[in-house]
């Protein structure tokens, strides 16, 4: 079993940033897919990035260029940069593992979820 958890969070004005991080226990996840998904107000879950075992990485068109996602294995931890960040970012941040090989953007794909981060930006 993998518990994650998600810090970082928080109100920040449009054009800053912010850094979230997950933290992995249970488990030593450095193989395994792991992701941010995205849940803004009123409308469904939706995929912001992901990281493969071997580091490969893709990003929602969205967030394309101004996110950052990488792991530090060590820390059995994985993060999101955000730069640039604008009011559609407004989200709560939700932190994924699955234990396969390429980076799914299905939210049913993924086996364990943290309980998300709340993220908004403001004018």
């Known amino acids: 079993q993998v518990r994650l958890v998600e810090s970082g969070g928080g109100l920040v004005q449009a054009g800053g940033s912010l850094r979230l991080s997950c933290a992995a226990s249970?488990?030593?996840?450095?193989?395994?897919?792991m992701g941010w998904f995205r849940q803004p107000p009123g409308k469904e879950r939706e995929f912001v990035a992901g990281?493969?075992?071997?580091?490969?990485?893709e990003y929602a068109d969205s967030v394309k260029g101004r996110v950052t996602i990488f792991r530090d294995s060590a820390k059995n931890t994985v993060y999101l940069q955000m730069n640039s960040l604008k009011l559609e970012d407004t989200a709560v941040y939700y932190c994924?593992?699955?234990?396969?090989?390429?980076?799914?953007?299905?939210?049913?794909?993924?086996?364990?979820w943290g309980q998300g981060t709340q993220v908004t930006v403001s004018p």
């Open positions: 249970g488990r030593t996840v450095s193989s395994y897919v």
């Open positions: 994924v593992a699955g234990s396969f090989y390429s980076i799914s953007r299905r939210p049913t794909s993924y086996d364990y």
């Open positions: 990281i493969t075992g071997s580091d490969s990485t």
